[in-house]
């Protein structure tokens, strides 16, 4: 029921910056949103979520470099990265949770690749 499409993704330095975004194909009002990555040969892991209200939290390693917000009217998320490392170098996705079904919704992901 619920589409979700990533971008924003690419190529950058380390130190550098990119922002991505993740526009549902519904309202998203109501929803928790999030993102997650996944590195090659890792597990994917949470690194960011906004409540309806706007309360947020974070992966630990991206405090301070990471922001995510939402803009309801556009039924998109967002995450801003900010002095990017190698490590931060994963596929990015997209995630939300159906508010009846409680079911799983996902992205196709976007990469984001840090070179040193």
């Known amino acids: 029921q619920v589409q979700l499409k990533e971008s924003g993704g690419g190529l950058v330095q380390a130190g550098g910056s990119l922002r991505l975004s993740c526009t549902a194909s519904?309202?998203?009002?109501?929803?928790?949103m999030d993102w997650y990555r996944q590195a090659p040969g890792k597990q994917r892991e949470l690194v960011a979520s906004?409540?309806?209200?706007?309360?947020?939290s974070y992966l630990d390693s991206v405090k301070g470099r990471f922001t995510i917000s939402r803009e309801n009217a556009k039924n998109t998320v967002y995450l801003q990265m900010n002095t990017l490392k190698p490590e931060d170098t994963a596929v990015y996705y997209c995630?939300?949770?159906?508010?009846?079904?409680?079911?799983?919704?996902w992205g196709q992901g976007t990469q984001v690749t840090v070179s040193s």
């Open positions: 906004i409540s309806r209200d706007g309360i947020t």
């Open positions: 519904t309202r998203i009002l109501l929803n928790a």
């Open positions: 995630h939300t949770e159906g508010i009846v079904s409680l079911r799983d919704y």
